[in-house]
């Protein structure tokens, strides 16, 4: 990566303190249900 992007990406992350948000993504939820029934059942 070219230190033009990183420092897009460092100078957002100090501005926003989130790169992506703080809601689920639409797949992490499932996910998470699924390895906590896993978890519970054995």
């Known amino acids: 990566m070219s230190r ?3 420092e897009f990406w ?3 992350f ?3 303190q989130s790169m ?3 809601k ?3 797949s992490a939820m ?3 249900t699924y390895w906590m029934n896993k978890n ?3």
């Open 14 to 16: 100090k501005d926003k």
């Open 30 to 32: 499932p996910l998470y």
């Open 4 to 6: 033009e992007k990183l």
């Open 24 to 26: 689920p993504a639409d």
């Open 10 to 12: 460092e100078a957002s």
């Open 40 to 42: 519970e059942n054995g």
């Open 20 to 22: 992506w948000g703080f």
